[in-house]
C-alpha cells in the first residue's frame, strides 16, 4: 500500500473549468472577466486531452448556452418585477429590456464557459476521467 495522491472531485473541476479527463489541466485561457478575451485551448496542457473532439464538436455547446440564457432572461425579469415592486406598465417596458440586455451582455462570457464545460463534463460520454492522469 503506497500512498495515495489525493483525487481532484468532480464538481471543482468542474465549477474551475478543469479538463474533464485529468482534472488538472485548463479548458480555457484567461480568466473568466479577464483583459484578454478568453479561448478554449486546443488541448489539455497537462494529459494531452483534447477537447474539441470532433470538426464543429462545440456548436452543441450552443444548445447548453440557450438553455442557460433563458433561465438567466426569466430570471431577471422576476428580480426587476419585485425590485421595481411589481411595476409591469409600460413605461417600464424599456427597464425591462435594458436590464436584460445589459444582464446578458454581462453573463456571455460566463455562458460561454459554463456551457463548454458542462458539454465536456457531463454531455460527453467519449471523454472519462481517468484518476491516472489525476496527479501532478
Ligand atoms: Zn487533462
Redesign the pocket.
Known amino acids: 500500500m503506497g500512498h495515495s495522491i489525493k483525487k481532484t472531485p468532480k464538481l471543482y473541476a468542474l465549477l474551475t473549468g478543469?479538463?474533464p479527463?485529468?482534472?488538472?489541466?485548463e479548458i480555457f485561457t484567461g480568466s473568466i472577466y479577464g483583459f484578454n478575451v478568453q479561448r478554449t485551448n486546443y488541448k489539455?496542457a497537462?494529459?494531452?486531452?483534447r477537447f474539441e473532439i470532433e470538426p464543429g464538436y462545440f456548436y452543441a455547446a450552443m444548445y447548453v448556452s440557450y438553455a442557460m440564457n433563458m433561465v438567466e432572461m426569466i430570471s431577471m425579469g422576476f428580480a426587476t418585477y419585485y425590485l421595481s415592486n411589481g411595476r409591469l406598465d409600460f413605461d417600464s417596458l424599456w427597464l425591462y429590456v435594458g436590464v436584460i440586455f445589459l444582464g446578458s451582455l454581462f453573463l456571455s462570457p460566463l455562458n460561454y464557459r459554463y456551457s463548454r464545460i458542462i458539454l465536456l463534463h457531463l454531455l460527453s460520454p467519449k471523454i472519462k476521467y481517468n484518476a491516472n492522469?489525476d496527479k501532478p
Open positions: 478543469k479538463c479527463h485529468c482534472r488538472r489541466g489539455c497537462h494529459c494531452g486531452q492522469f
